[in-house]
């Protein structure tokens, strides 16, 4: 056997030979690696990645949908360096501290309804588990054990732990691991891509809204909650649709006494436009689950605020009746405090009517995407924007996203649908830069 020198093989090999040998990426078929090489990152800085070879990379996607203000952005970095100082990390059951307390308070004031009681946890995924088991447990706690089914929508994608994964419907992830499942009904998207010729987003919504109701007056006994995307079903291609859908659904939630889990982890904190997706249907959820720009992008948090009704059910001198669920990093006092620094920033720099007048300009300058030949569906909500790409080629995405960093972007299509999700901060010549580098992309298919 030959004896492995470790300290020269670490300076001799690149730094992305060393991540395929020991670090299993997500959502990646490792031996495509082969061929097509890690981008190795070694710093960042506004809207951009900077790697080891001197290449710069424009974050079109907001590193999978997190960033909102930049990387290394330094306010919330001094937020965190001054939070070192004081206390890292305390445990969440019998101790308590002021970033966590602060948030949820601020969290509170800026929720739709009495949305008071905030539940946290690290990512996404654990914050639709709790949403589901708290919603089964409340019904359980009031007496109707037998609600113990949810249902979401088509296309819908909520994580991918078992529990997460059984409320998503995306076949690519999912049918793999059906047997590990519980089954849930995914009632027709109100997508309006799926609108008949000359049928309106709105009348199209309507009308999918008029399924949901058949199906939740059937059924709605054994049902515990319905859980959905608002306004754009993100990981499916960014499908968007009508306000009205979550307007009926609540509706309907409301008259047959099931829950409405909003999972607005992607589109929560101004991605849609307004701070929260469900302020344009001006509705209350049961359940509002956030991650991902909760932070900043910078830290894994994510939270599950409840409303006083579902927080009195387990409110009760027996421990049974509480809700016995943990996580080790639950409330994470760095995290929360690069939580209130982004807060701070949405407050400071009125993001919301900023990002309307970056809304405009990339629409302007985008009019040659609409119009080119190859693209269809061309949609935009808040600061998402979407668009079917016409291709034979069977891995558009692998091949999109290498011509994309020839361009300095980073563009990460979901099958044939290009998409930008830039952070926050972006400014017009990087919005330039992003739209000239797509038509390039798209001339040379
Ligand atoms: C990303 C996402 C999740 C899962 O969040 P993770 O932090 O990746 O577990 C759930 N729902 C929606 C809508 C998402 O976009």
Wanted: proline content about 4%; some cysteine; charged content about 15%.
């Amino acid at each position: 056997m030959t004896k492995i020198n470790h300290s020269t093989l670490v300076a001799t090999s690149s730094l992305q030979q060393r991540s395929l040998d020991t670090v299993w990426h997500p959502c990646t078929q490792m031996k495509q690696h082969e061929t097509c090489p890690l981008v190795p990152v070694v710093s960042g800085k506004g809207a951009w990645l900077h790697d080891a070879d001197g290449n710069h990379y424009l974050d079109a996607i907001s590193s999978w949908w997190v960033n909102l203000f930049g990387h290394s952005n330094s306010y919330i970095n001094a937020a965190i360096r001054d939070q070192l100082e004081k206390i890292e990390h305390v445990m969440l059951a019998g101790f308590t501290h002021e970033p966590v307390v602060t948030l949820s308070e601020r969290l509170k004031n800026m929720a739709p309804g009495s949305l008071g009681h905030c539940f946290y946890a690290s990512d996404g995924a654990s914050a639709i588990e709790i949403a589901l088991k708290m919603s089964f447990h409340y019904w359980l706690l009031r007496g109707q054990p037998q609600k113990s089914q949810f249902i979401s929508l088509q296309n819908d994608y909520h994580g991918e732990t078992l529990g997460a994964l059984s409320v998503t419907d995306v076949a690519i992830f999912k049918q793999m691991y059906a047997p590990l499942l519980r089954q849930c009904a995914h009632v027709p998207t109100p997508d309006w891509r799926y609108a008949e010729p000359g049928e309106s987003a709105q009348d199209y919504a309507i009308r999918i809204a008029a399924v949901l109701e058949q199906h939740v007056a059937e059924n709605h006994e054994q049902i515990a909650a319905l859980i959905l995307e608002p306004l754009v079903q993100g990981a499916t291609g960014m499908g968007m649709y009508h306000p009205i859908y979550l307007q009926r659904a609540r509706e309907i939630c409301n008259q047959y006494q099931i829950h409405l889990i909003a999972d607005e982890i992607a589109v929560g904190f101004g991605r849609t436009g307004t701070l929260f997706a469900c302020n344009q249907a001006d509705i209350t959820p049961d359940f509002l689950c956030l991650s991902k720009g909760l932070s900043g992008g910078y830290l894994p948090l994510s939270v599950v605020m409840a409303t006083d009704t579902v927080f009195q059910a387990f409110y009760d001198d027996k421990i049974a009746r509480a809700f016995l669920h943990s996580h080790s990093h639950t409330g994470n006092a760095l995290a929360c405090r690069a939580a209130l620094a982004t807060l701070d920033i949405f407050e400071q720099d009125q993001v919301i009517d900023t990002n309307k007048i970056k809304a405009a300009y990339l629409n302007k300058i985008a009019a040659p995407i609409t119009a080119h030949s190859k693209v269809t569906n061309f949609r935009n909500c808040g600061m998402i924007w979407a668009f079917e790409v016409e291709t034979k080629d069977a891995d558009f995405a692998a091949t999109c996203f290498q011509a994309g960093l020839k361009q300095q972007l980073l563009l990460r299509p979901l099958g044939t649908t290009i998409y930008f999700m830039p952070p926050y901060i972006i400014n017009e010549q990087e919005m330039d830069l992003l739209v000239n580098g797509t038509l390039q992309i798209l001339d040379s298919l």
